[in-house]
């Protein structure tokens, strides 16, 4: 596996997802955060993506199962709670994975040193507003424990090696979940529960195998480069 697609496509697809709320989050203040987010990592896809190829061919004429994305970033956006659970589980994983990345002298090393601090404001976004939703009213505690534990069977996939990603996978999963228990008891929200023995979990996005929505969301993203071909601002 080409780990620069790896991580490039984790980077676009998220990117993708949250710039589909332009226009309906809940309210402006939200909006232009959200967007600030997509932009970020619309910024890391490029540099990593443009390691393995042209970006643009890359982004708009693979099909879907050259990509190599997570399958938690491909999962649709629901209501607001279910986007902030994504975005929760996604960044403490990002952030995490760039800091080893950024004390190391691989091919990252460089573009992690200079997103991590995007990440660490992603990630102090999502728990913000993990807090805000959990201890909030009934109703928004509900949606947010919904959403969490409804993403919580894609979050294991995150933590499996990728060839030419040089981190310890194991001390990063540790991390992780000690940051996402602790918002978690923050917001007054339990941690999920796993899967039932011999029930399905997810985890084969890096192997080119994504679910339903991300098929509908990759015909979105490339119709107009493929309506038009060849054709230049």
Do not use: C
């Not at 994305?69 to 709670?81: I, M, P, R, S, T």
């Not at 994983?93 to 691989?106: D, I, K, T, V």
Request: no cysteine; proline share 3%; charged share 25%.
């Amino acid at each position: 596996m080409n780990a620069a697609l790896a991580l490039g496509d984790d980077a676009l697809v998220l990117s993708h997802r949250l710039g589909e709320w332009a226009g309906h989050a809940p309210v402006l203040e939200e909006e232009v955060a959200l967007a600030n987010i997509a932009l970020d990592l619309l910024g890391q896809a490029r540099v990593l993506l443009s390691l393995t190829g042209d970006e643009d061919e890359l982004a708009y004429l693979r099909e879907e199962r050259a990509f190599r994305n997570l399958q938690l970033v491909e999962q649709e956006n629901g209501d607001f709670a279910r986007t902030i659970a994504r975005q929760l589980y996604f960044s403490v994983y990002q952030r995490l994975l760039y800091e080893q990345l950024a004390g190391g002298s691989g091919p990252f090393a460089d573009l992690a040193a200079k997103a991590v601090k995007e990440v660490a404001y992603h990630q102090d976004h999502a728990e913000q507003w993990t807090v805000r939703l959990g201890d909030g009213t009934d109703e928004s505690h509900a949606r947010m424990e919904r959403g969490l534990q409804e993403l919580w069977k894609y979050t294991g996939e995150m933590f499996r090696p990728v060839e030419g990603v040089d981190v310890d996978w194991e001390a990063m999963h540790r991390s992780w979940l000690a940051t996402v228990t602790g918002v978690m008891g923050r917001a007054a929200l339990d941690l999920p529960t796993g899967p039932r023995e011999g029930a399905w979990t997810a985890g084969a996005g890096r192997q080119g195998i994504h679910t339903e929505p991300f098929g509908r969301m990759i015909a979105e993203m490339q119709h107009l480069h493929r309506s038009h071909p060849g054709a230049t601002w």
